[in-house]
């Protein structure tokens, strides 16, 4: 007796994201594609310039 078989194979790709994506969550697509989001946390530092004091300056004249 013979019984078909059937053999399905799964991969799985790596492709960059656009910056306009905004999902996070896996999901399914029309072709049951499975996307899972990657993510990470990047730590950002920048420097901000704030006002600490001023200096003024000027002249003075005097007469003897």
Not at 35 to 42: A, D, I, K, N, T
Request: proline share 5%; glycine share 2%.
């Amino acid at each position: 007796m013979e019984v078909p078989v059937e053999r399905e194979e799964v991969y799985v790709e790596r492709r960059p994201v656009n910056e306009s994506e905004t999902r996070t969550e896996a999901f399914v697509d029309e072709n049951d594609s499975i996307h899972v989001p990657l993510s990470e946390e990047r730590v950002v530092v920048s420097n901000k310039m704030s006002l600490l004091k001023k200096l003024w300056s000027g002249t003075e004249s005097s007469r003897y």
